[in-house]
C-alpha cells in the first residue's frame, strides 16, 4: 500500500520557484504533524519545515523566508513553496510525519535540481 507520494520537483534556474505537493495516506496525515525533509547527494537526510494539524509552521534556518509549507486536510497533501532558490536546495525531497513513530515507509522523494 502506497502511503506518501511526492511529486512537483524539476530542474530551474537559481532565483526560480518550485511547488511540491506529498499525498499522504490517512492513517499517517490524520492529525498528524507533517513535514518536508531533503537529502542531498553524500549528507544525511535533513528536516526542512514542518506543519502541525492546526496549521503552525516551522522551517530550517536555510529555507526561511524563502519556503513555505502549507496543508490541505480534506485531501491529506501537504505542500511545499519553494522560492528564491538556491544551488545548494539541490536535493531529493521527502514528506512524513515528523515524530517517528508517527511515519510511514519513506516514499521516492522528488528530485529538485537548482542551477546556477
Known amino acids: 500500500q502506497v502511503q506518501l507520494v511526492e511529486s512537483g520537483g524539476g530542474l530551474v534556474q537559481a532565483g526560480g520557484s518550485l511547488r511540491l505537493s506529498c499525498a499522504a495516506s490517512?492513517?499517517?496525515?490524520?492529525?498528524?504533524?507533517m513535514a518536508w525533509y531533503r537529502q542531498a547527494p553524500g549528507k544525511q537526510r535533513e528536516l526542512v519545515a514542518s506543519?502541525?494539524?492546526?496549521?503552525?509552521?516551522s522551517y530550517a534556518d536555510s529555507v526561511k523566508d524563502r519556503f513555505t509549507i502549507s496543508r490541505d486536510n480534506a485531501k491529506s497533501t501537504v505542500y511545499l513553496q519553494m522560492n528564491s532558490l538556491k544551488p545548494e536546495d539541490t536535493a531529493v525531497y521527502y514528506c512524513?510525519?515528523?515524530?517517528?513513530?508517527?511515519?510511514?515507509?519513506w516514499g521516492q522523494g522528488t528530485q529538485v535540481t537548482v542551477s546556477s
Open positions: 512524513n510525519a515528523l515524530f517517528p513513530a508517527m511515519r510511514g515507509l
Open positions: 490517512v492513517t499517517i496525515f490524520s492529525s498528524n504533524t
Open positions: 506543519i502541525t494539524s492546526g496549521g503552525f509552521t
